[in-house]
């Protein structure tokens, strides 16, 4: 979730990875769809998916004379995503011998026999989920100025979400209860893709949830922006906060499908942020007066009730740099995500305007699980923080619309029985959702119950 669209950075993404094994390198990719060609070998050529030609050994740069051609360091498999950071696998063979030759071919998953790849004429060659099926073998021959060597076979596994990340979950980790969702902003309903929620209903299945955006103080006061919802143009009046146009419409059709709701802030523009001299970002706006907001808008919206025990939620996020001028001078400045006294001053302000009203106050931070886990001096940032709100927490792994391998740090939280909602992948696919990738979550059994 964030105050900018979701295909947008976030500090927290994992940075792209690469691996080099014995006779494997593994290096990042971008997410993409499936196709039927165009994988491109390390000398720039096309694959050629029809071929059954014997292998055509291209020439290529050879070794230096070490005794007869010989593989040294042969292939190995290899994992990536059919989304993701990580879907494109490069194997590379080691071989030493006199002029030495390469030429790859692969094998159908199904078995069957191996057809060269065109192009593909050098020691290493990078496969792509794209391209390539799960399962999908390949192999390389190296002929020498004396004989000709044939590589091992590696198989390419590619690894693609599941329909059930929260039992996924609950068999990784030795977890029970767990359920899942999404969560939604104004940037899942624009006016090219709308969100489908009878499609995250049946995905979610019993006990599914939907986080939706409330609002955001992401934009200055007194700036144009384009709405999301419309494409249309807007301004920002003496306040930095916008209603999230597409909150209502989203609420409304979640519970209408039995869709458990949390509602979420994205932290924004304060006067303790704003450095300017006469506050040209902020207008004196404070975390106090953007909890006022949050809760009027929650309020009577008319989907959060007395008897609602939905999680509240801080994002805690940083946001765009703009730029102001006054009296002919300009001024630009970064918005920063809030730190633990602006986020008690929120969350306090939230719990105490809905007590006295009869509400209950299910309270929530969410942020990165770098930034959960932060310490200074050997105490953790957050730890004021954790002792009055839950933890929804953000830790894609490798971002492939899976499950992680592990769970995510969580800091302070860790003595208040972790993490209550995690944030597992930004390119979560439920099928028929109309947007493709959104974010996934899942949830413990007692994420709704107030403490």
């Not at 292998?55 to 004379?65: F, Q, R, V, Y």
Request: proline share 5%.
């Amino acid at each position: 979730m964030t105050g900018t669209p979701r295909r947008a950075a976030k500090a927290i993404v994992a940075g792209l990875a690469v691996l080099v094994a014995v006779g494997l390198a593994v290096t990042s990719g971008s997410w993409s769809g499936v196709g039927t060609s165009g994988v491109t070998a390390s000398g720039g050529a096309s694959d050629d998916l029809t071929s059954t030609t014997p292998p055509t050994l291209s020439a290529a740069p050879s070794s230096t004379p070490s005794g007869p051609t010989a593989i040294t360091v042969d292939l190995t498999d290899a994992t990536i995503g059919r989304y993701g950071t990580r879907t494109k696998a490069t194997f590379v063979v080691v071989a030493q011998g006199p002029k030495l030759h390469y030429a790859w071919q692969r094998q159908a998953p199904s078995g069957g026999s191996w057809k060269t790849i065109k192009g593909a004429t050098s020691s290493r060659y990078t496969a792509r989920a794209r391209t390539w099926a799960n399962g999908t073998r390949f192999r390389v021959v190296v002929k020498g100025a004396d004989r000709t060597v044939t590589s091992a076979a590696a198989r390419l596994t590619v690894l693609v979400p599941t329909r059930t990340p929260a039992s996924d979950a609950q068999t990784a980790f030795g977890l029970t209860g767990l359920t899942q969702g999404v969560d939604l902003s104004a940037y899942q309903h624009t006016p090219s893709e709308k969100v489908k929620l009878p499609a995250v209903a049946s995905w979610t299945g019993a006990g599914g949830f939907t986080l939706l955006r409330n609002g955001s103080g992401a934009r200055p006061i007194k700036q144009k922006y384009t709405s999301a919802c419309t494409g249309k143009s807007h301004k920002t009046g003496g306040k930095p906060v916008v209603e999230d146009c597409a909150y209502g419409g989203f609420a409304d059709a979640a519970r209408a499908k039995g869709l458990k709701l949390g509602h979420y802030w994205f932290n924004g523009w304060i006067s303790s942020i704003d450095t300017t001299p006469k506050k040209l970002f902020s207008g004196n706006y404070t975390p106090e007066d953007s909890a006022q907001q949050f809760v009027s808008w929650l309020t009577t919206d008319g989907n959060y009730t007395r008897a609602s025990t939905d999680p509240l939620v801080l994002d805690i996020e940083a946001g765009h740099a703009w730029t102001k001028t006054s009296k002919g001078k300009k001024f630009t400045r970064k918005l920063r995500a809030w730190n633990p006294v602006e986020a008690t001053a929120w969350l306090t302000t939230v719990r105490d305007l809905l007590t006295v009203q009869g509400y209950n106050a299910n309270l929530y931070v969410y942020m990165g699980a770098k930034a959960a886990d932060k310490q200074v001096d050997g105490f953790y940032t957050w730890a004021g923080v954790a002792g009055i709100a839950r933890l929804w927490v953000a830790s894609w792994g490798t971002n492939n619309g899976r499950i992680p391998d592990t769970q995510p740090r969580v800091g302070p939280w860790a003595s208040f029985g972790g993490w209550s909602i995690w944030q597992y992948t930004s390119d979560a696919h439920v099928p028929g959702d109309g947007v493709g990738g959104v974010d996934g979550d899942i949830a413990t059994a007692d994420a709704w119950t107030t403490r």
